[in-house]
């Protein structure tokens, strides 16, 4: 089993201790949008910059989080540094626009990322370490404007601290859930990451197989199949017909309707 924490800000101050702004690389506050879980950006509290003082703090977290997970009995984690996430809006030059080391050039940027990873891989050993990153995406306002180079530098950067894989989102996935066409490819940071490289986004059985064929990724990582499907890697293996998912159920409070509901597979007995 792998833990997988998103670094997650709430958007809200009424979430945060003591009604404070969520933090941010920035205080800029994201553009105007209705996201796919039907919420309104309009609704979401302006971030404030962490100081640079802070940055250790937050680290921290990270690694007690890390190892909580461990110690709960977790295989390992995942560290969640994609989708305009926390991580994310160091990573990316449209967000971040501090004039610190932790901000400016690419290795500034990437340097929050990186001391995270570190500091879990000290904590619990890179063999139980990965990382997710979306460089192509451009989710609740992180977009960058290199994004090939973005995710070449942390792909050589991540081999020199030796973690177990590098999980990274299709350029295609552009925006959530679309599907898009992209000159773009994933295959640079394959053929430079030197650990265990998976997929995700939009992959069915036949594409997900093909990828594995050609050695573009090691694994491919289903999401909105698998959680319409329970029993999906039976289905793959008899090529049989999926359940179709119901996004209007995401991201709803309800812990049953959505995702513990759908059918598996009639049993041949």
Same mark, same amino acid.
């Given at each position: !089993?792998? +833990?997988? $924490?998103?670094?997650?800000?709430? !958007?809200?101050? +009424?979430?945060?201790?003591?009604?404070?702004?969520?933090?941010? &690389?920035?205080?800029?506050?994201?553009?105007?949008?209705?996201?796919?879980? +039907?919420?309104?950006?309009?609704?979401?509290?302006?971030?404030?910059?962490?100081?640079?003082?802070?940055?250790?703090?937050?680290?921290? =977290?990270?690694?007690?989080?890390?190892?909580?997970?461990?110690?709960?009995?977790?295989?390992?984690?995942?560290?969640?540094?994609?989708? +305009?996430?926390?991580? =994310?809006?160091?990573?990316?030059?449209?967000?971040?626009?501090?004039?610190?080391? #932790?901000?400016?050039?690419?290795?500034?940027?990437?340097?929050?990322?990186?001391?995270?990873?570190?500091?879990?891989?000290?904590?619990?050993?890179? =063999?139980?370490?990965?990382?997710?990153?979306?460089?192509?995406?451009?989710?609740?306002?992180?977009? =960058? &404007?290199?994004?090939?180079?973005?995710?070449?530098?942390?792909?050589? !950067?991540?081999?020199?601290?030796?973690?177990?894989?590098?999980?990274?989102?299709?350029?295609?996935?552009?925006?959530?859930?679309?599907?898009?066409?992209?000159?773009?490819?994933?295959?640079?940071?394959?053929?430079?990451?030197?650990?265990?490289?998976?997929?995700?986004?939009? #992959?069915?059985?036949?594409?997900?197989?093909?990828?594995?064929?050609?050695?573009?990724?090691?694994?491919?990582? #289903?999401?909105? $199949?698998?959680?319409?499907?329970?029993?999906?890697?039976?289905?793959?293996?008899?090529?049989?017909?999926?359940?179709?998912?119901?996004?209007?159920?995401?991201?709803?409070?309800?812990?049953?309707?959505? #995702?513990?509901?759908?059918?598996?597979?009639?049993?041949?007995?």
């Amino acid at each position: !089993m792998i +833990g997988e $924490w998103a670094n997650h800000i709430q !958007m809200d101050a +009424g979430f945060q201790p003591n009604g404070q702004a969520p933090i941010s &690389s920035t205080d800029k506050r994201i553009k105007s949008q209705v996201r796919s879980n +039907g919420t309104s950006t309009e609704d979401f509290s302006t971030p404030r910059r962490l100081e640079i003082h802070e940055i250790p703090l937050v680290i921290n =977290d990270f690694k007690v989080a890390a190892r909580n997970a461990i110690e709960a009995g977790f295989d390992g984690v995942e560290i969640h540094g994609g989708h +305009g996430y926390l991580i =994310d809006q160091f990573l990316k030059d449209q967000v971040n626009d501090r004039i610190d080391k #932790y901000g400016g050039s690419l290795e500034n940027r990437c340097r929050f990322a990186l001391e995270i990873v570190q500091a879990i891989v000290d904590e619990i050993g890179a =063999d139980k370490v990965g990382l997710r990153l979306s460089p192509f995406a451009d989710y609740s306002d992180a977009s =960058d &404007s290199n994004p090939e180079a973005l995710g070449l530098y942390m792909a050589n !950067m991540l081999n020199k601290i030796g973690i177990l894989y590098l999980h990274m989102v299709e350029p295609r996935m552009i925006k959530l859930g679309e599907k898009a066409k992209t000159p773009h490819s994933l295959r640079p940071m394959r053929d430079v990451f030197q650990g265990t490289f998976i997929v995700a986004g939009g #992959y069915d059985r036949e594409d997900g197989n093909e990828a594995i064929v050609t050695g573009y990724a090691d694994l491919i990582a #289903y999401g909105r $199949w698998f959680l319409s499907n329970p029993d999906l890697p039976r289905r793959f293996e008899l090529n049989a017909p999926l359940n179709k998912y119901n996004r209007d159920t995401f991201y709803t409070s309800d812990p049953v309707i959505g #995702y513990t509901d759908y059918p598996f597979l009639q049993s041949d007995d």
